[in-house]
């Protein structure tokens, strides 16, 4: 199943986040983007075929980071935090590839002998970081979620997420396996 659109995480965020925000935000925050991410993610099939693709986001990771925020917190200060809990949280996700995954066509250099190690690539967490901390920084309070800088810069930097796989192709010995890396799965 693939990411939710915008639509659809502002709508859920009005009843899973506004009703009782208050001193519980941080957890409600994180329970909402634990719904948006967790299992949501596919790898793109033009990159890597998968039969199955799992992802576990971190959501503790997020309120440990959320919630010792002061209530008086100037919006940089506020968008910083939630730019680091949000890259916490994502880079302690944890990605599951089934096996038979293959890259291109499946053959022996393609196919990946065992299912390879999977995370989310560093640079693209490091641009959604950067990507939360100036949009949240720079938004002005809006009484509105339909409008909150917030929720537009969580699901711009979840969506640009790629996915890293480093794995051992399936070409036979002598020759095989050697080394089989996608720097920078997208996802859907």
Do not use: R
């Not at 899973?16 to 993610?41: C, E, F, H, R, Y």
């Not at 967490?125 to 949240?136: H, N, P, Q, R, Y």
């Not at 009484?143 to 399936?170: C, F, H, P, R, W």
């Amino acid at each position: 199943m693939p990411f939710d659109p915008l639509s659809k995480w502002k709508s859920s965020f009005k009843i899973m986040v506004l009703p009782t925000a208050g001193i519980d935000g941080p957890i409600k925050i994180a329970a909402w983007l634990n719904s948006q991410i967790t299992n949501k993610p596919v790898l793109s099939a033009t990159t890597v075929s998968s039969p199955s693709f799992t992802c576990v986001w971190q959501p503790g990771v997020f309120i440990a980071i959320m919630q010792n925020i002061p209530p008086s917190l100037s919006p940089i200060l506020y968008a910083t935090k939630l730019g680091q809990a949000w890259a916490a949280a994502t880079q302690a996700s944890i990605l599951t590839v089934g096996p038979g995954a293959f890259v291109g066509v499946a053959a022996p250099p393609t196919l990946f002998s065992a299912p390879p190690v999977a995370l989310f690539n560093p640079a693209t967490i490091s641009a959604g970081t950067s990507l939360i901390i100036a949009k949240v920084s720079a938004g002005l309070p809006v009484a509105d979620s339909d409008s909150s800088a917030v929720i537009e810069a969580l699901y711009e930097a979840t969506t640009q997420l790629k996915v890293m796989l480093t794995g051992l192709n399936s070409i036979p010995t002598p020759l095989g396996p050697t080394p089989l890396v996608v720097p920078m799965c997208p996802l859907q």
